[in-house]
C-alpha cells in the first residue's frame, strides 16, 4: 500500500507564504486523485485541495481559492500545496491523502493518509 509522507510545515507570521509537500511510495500516476486536508483544534477536518493527477484537474475550497494551489511533479512522486498570504485561520493540522481508484476520487473517498504537517500562522 502506498505511504505518504508530508512535509514543509511550520510557523509563519501572516502574509508568509509555505509550500507543503507530500511524497508518496509509489508512483503518482497509480493514484486517481491526491488532496490536502486541515484539522485546526476543535473544527472538523476538510479538504482544501484536490488534484487529479492523471488529467491535472483541480479543486479547491472556496475559502482558500486565490491563495492556496495544488501541483504535481510526477517524476518525484509529489504533490504539493503552496499557501500564500497566510492566515491566523489557516492554522491547523495539513494532511495529505489519497484517493486511489476513479471511483474513490469521483466520490471522494480518500482512504490513504498522512501523518501531517502543522502550520501555525501568528498575527
Avoid: H
Wanted: proline fraction near 2%.
Amino acid at each position: 500500500q502506498v505511504q505518504l509522507v508530508e512535509s514543509g510545515g511550520g510557523s509563519v507570521q501572516a502574509g508568509g507564504s509555505l509550500r507543503l509537500s507530500c511524497t508518496a511510495s509509489k508512483n503518482t500516476y497509480d493514484i486517481a486523485c491526491m488532496g490536502w486536508f486541515r484539522q485546526a483544534p476543535g473544527k472538523e477536518r476538510e479538504r482544501v485541495a484536490s488534484i487529479a493527477t492523471g488529467g491535472g484537474g483541480t479543486t479547491y475550497l472556496d475559502s482558500v481559492k486565490g491563495r492556496f494551489t495544488i501541483s504535481q511533479d510526477n517524476a518525484k512522486n509529489t504533490v504539493y500545496l503552496q499557501i500564500d498570504t497566510l492566515k491566523p485561520e489557516d492554522t491547523a493540522m495539513y494532511y495529505c491523502a489519497a484517493a486511489p481508484s476513479v471511483v474513490d476520487c469521483l466520490t471522494s473517498r480518500y482512504k490513504i493518509w498522512g501523518q501531517g504537517t502543522q502550520v501555525t500562522v501568528s498575527s
